[in-house]
């Protein structure tokens, strides 16, 4: 079964926009991590946010916030004010258990986000 | 703070040959993972390691691919013999794994191989 799910495989938003790029993941753990990372065409995963599921605040980095809903399992990345280097691909990934030991990084198949002037 | 270094950053080969990927974690990071990424889809886990511990192998195909981490630092990926089907971008990331926010893994630049 598909742990990370991303609905959106493509975006367009114009520069300066905000933009919400969906995800939703499932596990039954109690405690796990939730990450996104950004692929541009140059090929690098660049760590972006992180969220732990005690976390009661949502994360926040820069321009980066997530909103997590954790009853309805969702984690969604809001980019602000977007900008023409957003424009890459974005994935959204889980890594279950409590300490790294016990789980692996999984990532969904990613949201292509192209940011127009 | 230096990154995740990987080389070669681009490898063309052809099938039955044999190829090898290097890399250099972020220095202090215990757990080093390799990933293969096929075109439009996200990473897929192939080996994690521990130090120089491989802890899960388990979607490594061993018939072809081996790795080894030598004194718990540099670590190698060998496919022999490569297969069309092996072309993809060949990741490594690495982490402090200490749980929570320190268990974020840090990627480098990727290889991208292809078979013809």
């Known amino acids: 079964a598909q742990k990370i799910t991303q609905t959106q495989p493509g975006m367009f938003v114009q520069e300066k926009e905000a933009v919400t790029l969906d995800c939703t993941y499932d596990t039954s753990d109690q405690s796990y991590g939730l990450f996104w990372y950004k692929q541009p065409s140059s090929g690098e995963m660049i760590f972006l946010i992180y969220q732990g599921s005690y976390d009661e605040q949502n994360a926040t980095e820069g321009r980066y916030s997530l909103n997590f809903q954790k009853a309805r399992k969702s984690a969604n990345l809001v980019i602000s004010a977007s900008q023409l280097g957003d424009s890459a691909m974005y994935f959204c990934?889980?890594?279950?258990?409590?300490?790294?030991?016990?789980?692996?990084?999984?990532f969904g198949a990613g949201t292509q986000v192209v940011v127009t002037p | 703070e230096a990154g995740v270094v990987q080389s070669p950053r681009y490898k063309i080969i052809e099938k039955k040959q044999p190829v090898a990927f290097w890399c250099n974690p972020i220095s202090g990071h215990n757990t080093l993972y390799w990933y293969l990424q096929n075109l439009g889809q996200g990473p897929e886990l192939l080996i994690r390691?521990?130090?120089?511990?491989?802890?899960?192998d388990s979607q490594l195909p061993k018939d072809r691919f081996s790795a080894e981490r030598l004194k718990g630092v540099d670590s190698t990926l060998k496919i022999q013999p490569a297969e069309l089907g092996d072309s993809a971008v060949y990741l490594c990331?690495?982490?402090?794994?200490?749980?929570?926010?320190?268990?974020?893994?840090?990627f480098g630049p990727g290889t991208r191989l292809t078979v013809l």
């Open positions: 990934a889980m890594r279950e258990g409590a300490t790294d030991s016990w789980g692996k990084l999984q």
């Open positions: 990331a690495s982490s402090l794994s200490r749980g929570g926010r320190t268990d974020t893994q840090y």
């Open positions: 390691y521990e130090n120089e511990e491989a802890v899960d």
